[in-house]
């Protein structure tokens, strides 16, 4: 049952990528307006079709291992994409990550090979 857990990983890390890159792309982008200028700013901003590109390849994949694995295996496996979360946040965005919320990192990683058994 531990190829669930590598198809998840890889679905993880693509969501947690489109959302790393949605963040840099929204960064950029001007603030909200019903102007030709704002919307220019969003056609042209490559970080935001990048998240696209990023949350397809997640959503397919994701349906594949709906299609091939048990739910109730694949479901929580969903929770390793708050573990690469957190990792973006202080790799990407140099955001400091409480012990307590690291040892909710660590509970996740535990209850994802404990489903994965």
Known sequence: MFKVMFYAVAQSILLVAGQVTLKFAL?????FAWNRDFWVSVFL????ACAGVLF???SVLWM???KHFPLSSAY??????YVFGILAAVLFFHENVSVQKWV???LIVIGCFVIAK
């Open 64 to 66: 594949y291992i709906v």
């Open 56 to 58: 397809a390849s997640s």
């Open 76 to 81: 929580p496996m969903i929770s390793l994409s």
């Open 27 to 31: 960064l950029r982008m001007l603030p």
């Open 45 to 48: 901003n490559i970080p935001f």
């Open 104 to 106: 909710g990192v660590m």
